[in-house]
C-alpha cells in the first residue's frame, strides 16, 4: 500500500549544480542536504523543505521536460510570488483550477515547478 511521496527526481545538466544550489537554497528557500558518499560521486543535489524533497540529478543529455512537473503546496502564495519575482525567478499565474491559486516557474535548468495553495 502506497503511504507518501517520499521525494521527486529531477534532471539537470552536467556542471549545473552551483545555479541550482542558488535556485533551490536562495529563491525556494529550501535547504541542501547531502547525498550519502556512494550517490555523491554521480554528481546532482538534493533539498528539502519540511516534508517536501526534491531531488536533482545529472543527466549527460540533459532536455528539460516541457509538461512534467512536480505540484508543490505552499501557503501565502502570493507572497511565495513576490518573492520568487524579486529575485528574478519566473513567475506564470494560471486560473484554470478553481479550488486552488497556483503559478509555475523554471528552474535555472529549466524544471517546470507548480505552486499551488488550496483556496
Known sequence: MLTAVDHVQLAAPPGSEERLRAYYVDVLGMAEVPKPPALAARGGCW?????VRLHLGIEADFRPAGKAHPGLLVTGIEAYAARLTAL???VAWDTALPDRK?????DPAGNRLEFLEPR
Open 102 to 106: 497556483r503559478f509555475y516557474s523554471e
Open 47 to 51: 533539498f528539502e523543505a519540511g516534508a
Open 88 to 90: 528574478g525567478a519566473p
